[in-house]
């Protein structure tokens, strides 16, 4: 397996060999994991010998993800959690079965006594699922307006790793998490996924697109990449 050193350690690589890359990409997965993707034209010795002229920057960006504190949700009463850019008030009732709804500023969860947090975990997600859909649906019509591109059908599920994506027949889907961002987040991921029904890659012509939409977008980015890890169910 490749690796870089750094100060004596070993830190290993995935590689990853991709037909569309133009350029070595050096990515540091939140798990602390390290990705190199290669273009068609660059040997697999001169990535990994690019990887380790960047040792000092991986092992500076594996420090700063093994010293985040995981997010860790009890769904206990007073609990807090952020939804489409508020705070909910998490408020436990005792009841049969097990359910969760949004009620002026509060978020109620009922279950038997005893009820783990997991278990209220999947019922929250279905809620914002099915909430997060009515809250989306107008932004996501409103950017394909102004991308002059048919609203696409929107779906949104749990995923670990995308923040959202495009379907081949136009369709867009985009992470349940999302829904825990900023409405500024949440209308850059929007937007970066409209704007690939256009433009199915990330050239120039891409970026330019997602500049036209929202001028904003790198605020956008910048939160994503420092906040996001804290949006978690």
């Known amino acids: 397996m490749s690796a870089v050193v750094f100060d004596g350690e070993e830190i290993p690589l995935t590689i990853i060999h991709s037909a569309k890359r133009r350029t070595i990409g050096l990515t540091v997965k939140e798990t602390g994991e390290v990705i190199l993707r290669i273009p068609p034209h660059v040997t697999e010795e001169k990535a990994v010998s690019f990887a380790q002229s960047k040792a000092e920057w991986i092992v500076r960006h594996r420090a700063k993800f093994e010293s985040r504190k995981r997010v860790e949700r009890y769904y206990a009463e007073g609990e807090t959690i952020p939804f489409f850019g508020r705070e909910l008030t998490i408020r436990r009732i005792e009841g049969d079965k097990v359910r969760a709804e949004i009620l002026e500023g509060e978020l109620l969860l009922t279950g038997p006594a005893g009820t783990e947090a997991d278990v209220f975990r999947e019922a929250v997600i279905f809620l914002f699922r099915r909430e997060g859909l009515k809250h989306l649906r107008p932004i996501v019509s409103e950017v394909a307006k102004a991308a002059g591109v048919e609203p696409p059908m929107l779906r949104i599920r749990e995923q670990q790793r995308k923040w959202g994506c495009c379907t081949p027949k136009n369709g867009i889907i985009l992470n349940v998490r999302v829904l825990l961002a900023p409405e500024l987040v949440i209308r850059y991921l929007v937007v970066h996924e409209v704007a690939h029904l256009e433009h199915r890659h990330h050239q120039d012509s891409f970026w330019a ?16 990449k420092e906040q996001g890890w804290m949006w978690v169910f």
Request: glycine share 0%.
């Open 209 to 224: 697109e997602v500049e036209r939409l929202m001028p904003e977008f790198r605020e956008a980015e910048q939160v994503l």
